[in-house]
C-alpha cells in the first residue's frame, strides 16, 4: 500500500490521460493515482477504466456526474484520500503543464525536511514558464502579487495548483466549506494551510503550458479569483484558526 496518492482531474484530456498515468507510475510504486474525471464526453473516465487491470489496486477513477469545476473534483479527492489513509496528497494537472519528474521533490520536502505543505512555484527563482504568450505570464505574476498584497501571504506563486500535502493539512481544513471552485481554490487552500499556522515551503519547478487538449481557463474563473480574494480576507477577519505549527515559509535552496 503506497502512502502517496496523486489526484488529477480532468475533462476532455483523452489526449493527455494515459500519457500522465503511465509517466507517474514510471516513477515506481511510491505513488497511487486518482482520477477524477467530471463525465468528459470525449471519453477520458473509459481510457482510464481500461487501464486499471494492468495498474490494479494503484489506479482509482472517480466518476462524477457532470462537470463541477476544480476546486470541487479536488475536494472529492481530499476526501477520498482521507478515507483511505494516504499520508501524501498530491495535486497534479492532467495536461502535463506540471512535469511528474518533480513529484519526489515535493514529497521529499513533506516527507524528510518535515513541511507540512510544499508548493510547486513557478516564481520563487525568477518566471519559470515556457510556452505562454507573455501577456498570461503576465497575469499570472501580477495576479499572484495581488492575491500577496490583499492576504499578506508570504507565498510567490499564490495560484499555483502543482502541491503536496501532508494529511494533517486536509484533516484540518474544513474542505466542505471551501468557497471557491475555481482556480481561486488554490488560493484559498494555501490561505488557510498559512492561516492555521501549517509549514510551507515553495520548491521551484518550470511550468510548460498544455500541447495538447484544450485550456479551461475563463473570464468567470479570473472574476472570481479578483474579487473572492477580497471576500476571503474579510471573511478571514471574524474566524478563529488553529495554530497547528509556526508558519514558516523557507526558499529550496
Request: overall charge positive; proline content about 3%.
Amino acid at each position: 500500500m503506497s502512502n502517496s496518492l496523486v489526484i488529477i482531474p480532468t475533462y476532455n484530456e483523452k489526449e493527455n490521460v494515459e500519457a500522465i498515468i503511465r509517466e507517474v507510475f514510471a516513477l515506481g510504486g511510491s505513488y497511487h493515482i486518482l482520477i477524477v474525471d467530471d463525465n468528459s464526453p470525449d471519453g477520458t473516465a473509459e481510457i482510464v477504466a481500461s487501464l486499471q487491470p494492468e495498474f490494479e489496486g494503484c489506479l482509482h477513477l472517480l466518476k462524477r456526474k457532470k462537470k463541477q469545476g476544480l476546486g470541487t473534483a479536488y475536494i472529492a479527492g481530499f476526501h477520498y484520500a482521507l478515507d483511505r489513509d494516504y499520508e501524501y496528497i498530491f495535486e497534479m494537472d492532467a495536461d502535463f503543464s506540471h512535469n511528474p519528474a518533480d513529484l519526489p521533490r515535493l514529497k521529499e520536502a513533506c516527507e524528510k525536511q518535515w513541511y507540512d505543505l510544499a508548493i510547486g512555484s513557478r516564481y520563487i527563482t525568477g518566471v519559470n514558464v515556457v510556452n505562454w504568450p507573455i501577456t498570461r505570464v503576465l497575469m499570472s505574476y501580477f495576479a499572484s502579487r495581488y492575491v500577496r498584497m490583499i492576504t499578506g501571504m508570504p507565498i510567490n506563486d499564490t495560484t499555483a495548483g502543482f502541491k503536496c500535502y501532508k494529511r494533517a493539512v486536509l484533516a484540518t481544513i474544513e474542505l466542505d466549506k471551501i468557497k471557491f471552485i475555481g482556480y481561486a481554490f488554490q488560493i484559498e487552500m494555501k490561505f488557510l494551510a498559512w492561516k492555521h499556522g501549517f509549514k510551507i515551503k515553495e520548491v521551484p519547478i518550470t511550468f510548460t503550458d498544455r500541447s495538447k487538449g484544450t485550456s479551461k481557463m475563463s473570464k468567470g474563473i479570473i472574476k472570481e479569483a479578483i474579487f473572492g480574494v477580497i471576500q476571503m480576507k474579510i471573511r478571514s477577519w471574524f474566524k478563529k484558526y488553529s495554530q497547528v505549527g509556526r508558519g514558516e515559509l523557507t526558499i529550496d535552496s
